[in-house]
């Protein structure tokens, strides 16, 4: 089983490296901490699994996972598993909703996230047993669990939601993402249209409370 990790707590994510390579028929191929270069790494060394992090910078995991689906070949899609500290079941429907099999809390013990392995390689949906609510997860059955509101957005511009949301400029969302800034602005002014939202700091509100970026909610 040749898996994949994606999280940004380096730590967290190499002492999970090394309890995954101490299992007979486990390795992990390779490690990253954000979801941009996850969806690459996918690509490029088509892991059976992907441990994937809800909550990362630049590209979270919901969309990394969506991006990771719509990249891979016919047949050939990993299975993901969200790895999280989010035990909301929005987190877990959106999760499920882009493409993932397995919802796995972060304060489980080890042997879950084997248990977890096991299910999905044999084809199951593994939803951790102490999710609140979890009899009713919905978005494994093939429905589209996503957000009410940002199922409105297009892939590119939930991107740039959390880019925008996290300070990045107009100039450096335009680098990371290899297109103009007018076409940035652009997108800006649509998902502005398209969510009743009138600033830059309604729109940073929007995506924190929607799960879009792991930033945290002010408190004033």
Known sequence: MRILI???????????????????????????????????L??????????????????NGIDATRQIMTNAAPGKAPKVIALSAHSDQHYAEQMLGAGAVGYVLKHAAFPEMMEALSAVMAGKIYLSPTLPNVGKVQGHGGSEAVAPGTNKLSPRERE??????????????????????????????????????YSVAELTKYAIREGVTSLEMPTH
């Open 42 to 59: 996918a690509v490029e060394q088509s892991p059976d699994v992907v441990v994937m992090d809800v909550s990362m910078p630049d590209l």
């Open 6 to 40: 994606a999280d940004d707590h380096q730590m967290f994510r190499q002492g999970l490296r090394l309890l995954l390579d101490s299992q007979p028929d486990v390795e992990v191929i390779a490690e990253t901490g954000d979801g941009r270069s996850a969806v690459q």
């Open 160 to 197: 740039i939601l959390q880019l925008l949301a996290e300070g990045k400029a107009m100039k450096e969302i335009a680098s990371v993402l290899n297109v103009s800034i007018k076409t940035v602005e652009t997108h800006r002014r649509t998902m502005m249209s398209k969510l009743g939202l």
